[in-house]
């Protein structure tokens, strides 16, 4: 499994954006959050049509703009393809209003690169990765099949990576001056 | 774009309605600066502190406004001080909290700039009865004088303050996370009135 220091691999992959008709799929690619200097927050669970990830999923929903206020793109990943994930967003209340793409992994490329496939069912665990604007896995934390996530805990993290207190106030002697 | 977004959604975290203009905010979400989402995650990160309870939290943020004659944060922070359980009482008392505490900081730091036997042993004159038996217990009431004298700059005031609640037991988390809350509240105030 890809740990931290490591690069987050490359990517391009199908995903659903949209429940409206004809803005269901867009291509999402690693580039899109470098380009931005944007983090990236990708989250992988099982299988679309399961209990524990409706919930998962619609509380980092709840938590969309904490997301966007700390300059990160929100990404949901399975190994489901993009017409089962519309499927189950159109299906399941709570995942109609998503505001954040998920993508479709139907190759299983992405997963198998990050090693975080099961290996009886090929599916994934749910897996959490904060990369840096660099492309650098800076988190990853990972739960057996069942286990739900914390989203305030990857806030939290996110927090804690993203550099604070950037005054001068708080130069300390000894300390290297401010470079930002 | 994302930054009216943060706007709208900073003043939906505060029950604010949108009034046509606030001058500063409006000016920072038109000119996209990045702070506004500093400010957001700010204030949510600090109000919900594991080392006090909403209800402190806000009532110290409406301590805070209180001394910044912010009427609009003050509307604010009592709604949303009372949806998590403050009394009228306890209301009351964080607003004659910060008056008693514009007197004090006023009164204690020219004893402490003029330096001066004299004057210190003078009797103040000053009655601070509220301070006695508060409705927001001993505790709280020196954690929001605290909070308010280093708004004010008051060094005598925050020194004594500290170390009363020091004292009480207060453990310097507590204490920091309080002051971490009263800077950004006062930060709010500078970009919404």
Known sequence: ?180 | MALQETKIDLLKDLKIEEVPEFISLDAMSIGETRYLKDLRINLKNTLASENLSAKEAYLLALAVAVNEKNRILIGSFTELAKENGATEAEIAETHACSSMLAVNNVFYRFRHFAKSETYNNMPAGIKMNVMMNPVLGKEFFELLSLAVSAVNGCETCVGSHESSLRKLGTSESRIFDSIRLASVVRGLSIAIY
């Open chain 1, 1 to 180: 499994m890809l740990t931290v220091g490591q690069k987050f691999p490359e990517f391009k992959k199908k995903a659903v954006v949209s429940i409206e008709k004809g803005k269901e799929f867009q291509d999402i690619s690693s580039d899109d959050y470098k380009n931005e200097g944007k983090w990236l927050v990708m989250f992988w669970y099982p299988k679309d049509f399961t209990f524990v990830c409706p919930t998962e999923i619609a509380e980092f929903n709840k938590n969309y703009e904490e997301f966007r206020d700390r300059d990160a793109h929100l990404v949901a990943a399975s190994t489901d393809s993009e017409f089962v994930h519309l499927a189950w967003r159109k299906h399941h209340d709570d995942l109609s209003a998503l505001k954040f793409p998920m993508l479709a992994d139907t190759s299983k490329s992405l997963a198998e690169e990050l090693g975080i496939l099961e290996k009886e069912e090929k599916i994934a665990y749910r897996a959490t990765f904060i990369v840096d604007p660099h492309g650098i896995i800076r988190f990853v934390s990972v739960n057996d099949l069942s286990v739900g996530r914390n989203v305030k805990e990857v806030l939290r993290v996110l927090d804690a990576l993203q550099t604070d207190e950037l005054c001068p106030c708080n130069w300390q002697k000894g300390q290297e001056t401010l470079k930002v």
